[in-house]
């Protein structure tokens, strides 16, 4: 990952709670950004992460090339997680949140299960679980973190098997918080967006 390229909202982070934003295939760092933070608690920190291969007039997390939509090699996904981890590792918060759009959702799924003390929570916004077994899977089935899925009734665009791999992950590993919300397509919309504005809220009140 570009560094460089994280959109932070506040220059002078000092003793606060982080949330770090993952984009979706195609998109960049400003695509959440200019949605979500106007929103958000004013005492949280954001950084909005751009993703390392350039696609489609933006960038993705996983090419598209080897990759289907939703079921991504998962050496492909840790390596993408790898690279973002040791960036976290950089960072000095007193919680660190995770948020993302499709690919960058299964992004955020991911960072936790490679590393489950290091995150308080985690936003999916129609996203999904990458397949097979990762390191902290067995650590999250005990401390099962708080996990805001929101998805469209009509987002055909994520694979019915893989949101059914993803609502039977969540229920096993996670304190899930699981909407779908009718006429809704693949985005980040309307409700959709209260709902995990609000949840974060609650988080950082929580925290």
Not at 60 to 77: L, Y
Request: glycine content about 8%.
């Amino acid at each position: 990952m570009d560094r460089d390229a994280v959109l932070w909202s506040e220059p002078e982070r000092g003793d606060r709670p982080l949330l770090v934003m993952l984009h979706g295939w195609s998109y960049d760092e400003t695509h959440l950004y200019e949605r979500i933070v106007p929103l958000l608690p004013k005492e949280l920190v954001v950084a909005s992460v751009r993703a390392r291969i350039p696609e489609a007039g933006g960038y993705a997390w996983f090419p598209r090339e080897g990759n289907p939509i939703g079921n991504p090699q998962p050496q492909v996904a840790n390596a993408a997680t790898e690279d973002v981890l040791g960036w976290t590792r950089t960072l000095d918060a007193p919680s660190i949140g995770l948020l993302g759009f499709s690919q960058g959702a299964a992004m955020s799924h991911q960072l936790m299960r490679h590393s489950p003390a290091r995150f308080s929570y985690c936003v999916n916004l129609a996203g999904f679980i990458v397949d097979g077994h990762e390191p902290g899977d067995a650590i999250l089935t005990k401390t099962r973190p708080p996990v805001y899925w929101g998805r469209g009734e009509d987002d055909f665009v994520i694979p019915a098997d893989t949101v059914r791999r993803t609502e039977h992950w969540l229920r096993e590993h996670a304190t899930a918080e699981i909407r779908v919300y009718p006429g809704l397509d693949h985005d980040v919309a309307g409700q959709k967006i209260d709902d995990a504005v609000a949840f974060v809220a609650h988080q950082i009140r929580r925290d």
